[in-house]
């Protein structure tokens, strides 16, 4: 459980570096055009939620991004255990896949605007191959890294491989399954949200990127601040759901 | 003995000032003074070839000045980094985007226009397309550049015109629209010359549109060449000599043909063909330096795109434009 002064501690940080920023913006220590301050991103956010397109832009990212990992979890869940449970594949796929993690797939994004069309379901698919690959990669490890003993102590009880999946694989591997779905989110979120930007299609990145190309310095950080509201929104329900997961276990 | 070793360090340190004097002389003599440029779409005919042109003949330098060029994406990106300081002058950048950044508060002035008219730009559709013309557009989707470019205001212009109402869709480049035509992502796309006038010539895509046909731009100074303000302050002059060698780039572009297209081809590994049928979309005086005309259209445009909320007073628009 968070402590109060942890919390008091993230927040006043928080307070010191909106206000830092407020002070040089309005003593005019830098350009309007690259820095804006925060009182006007509430101004602008107050005069974009009344019009009502701020907040379907919001939940349109939410959709996509809740749309991506939810198919990017499945497929790299199965795909992990598959990896693991044929060990060929896992030698085979391992390094490629790691090898396919750090290269920059947001350059393919023209393929998948040509192969799901100009709209949403682009940016849904390329968030989820994004998200895929370290759900993949992590849960293979997760389970690869299982203590032997505790496989043969299941063995030793009887218990059929279904029983030994549920109750000691899993449970053993969930926080490295988990850490990689945390990667995949925060993945998910980036690609979504540069792809929106890139494409000028969707939610809180076509807003950023209005700011940026109109100069709209508020507009443009409304967008950050969007996609920072939205990850912490997802890394507060993921921490959520794993921690009610590890308590039921 | 310690007199003597006086003596030999003194005329060591007369002789070694000497001998700097000496080899600073004739640099001072020939010194040039770096100008950061930032170019927006190197390789287009407007924004690149007078600079180079101008650099390889060595207008720049016989007024004293090396360029150091930065080629940017865009508009937005060039007004950024002129901002910033990171380069003294920025080109080729739309008129309503340096404006809007004007009355923003950034320190920028205008020293030229840059583009007269939209000669240029042109719209096509897939050779199978049923459309013909911009008019048969209505209610389609037509691709432009970014929010705020000149193909987007062209576009808005000609909706307006043709009393046609097209679905705006931002694809990005040229390659980018072109992809986007021929995989049907949208009806209709658009280049710059001489970027798929192949595909034309070879019949694979049709042109609806050319932004010089409308004739309320023709006098439009469409896109302008602007400096950092505390540069511009500083060096005045040689913002004036940049703008001379440019000019005298200018005239010598189009006064040798033959020599333009082969720089303009080798520059962008086109076929001398493809580059002479894109240098013939450029009139002279579609690249004239001043007069800078039509500013109210690129403030009205301003307005109208709400990239401003206001327009600028007189005053203003008078410290912003120092164009001679």
Redesign the interface.
Known sequence: MESWREKALRWIFVAIFLAVIEVIVRL?LV????LTSPSLIAVAAWDELFSGELLSLFLLTAYEVAIAFIVASIVGLCAGCALWRYSLLGRAYDELLGALFASPLILLY?IF??IF??GINAIIAMGTLYGMIPIVLNTHQGLRDVDQVYLKVGKGMRLSERQILRHILFPAAWPMIIGGLKLGLTYILISVIALEF???IGGVGTLA??G??????ELLYLGVVGAILLSMLFVTLLGKASARLLSRE | MARGRYVFAFSMCLLTILGLLLLRAPDARGQLQTLRLAIPQKGLFDTTMPTVMADKMGFLKEEGIKPEIFWTSGGAETVRVVTAGSADIGLATGTESVITAFVKGSPVRIISSEITGSPDIFWYVRADSPYRAIKDLDGKSVGYSRPGSSTHMILQLAADHYKIKPKLVSVGGPPDSFTAVMTKQVDAGWSIPPFFLDKVEAGEIRIVFKGAELESMKDVSLRVNFANADFYEKNGKLVRSFLKALKRAIDYVYDNPRETTALFAEFNKFSPTQAEAGFKFYPKESLVLSPLSRVDFAVDLALKLKMISKAPTKEELKKLIVVE
């Open positions: 005019n350009d309007r055009i690259f023209p605007l040509v069309g100009r890139l494409v000028d990127s209005k940026y190309f109109w100069f709209n310095t």
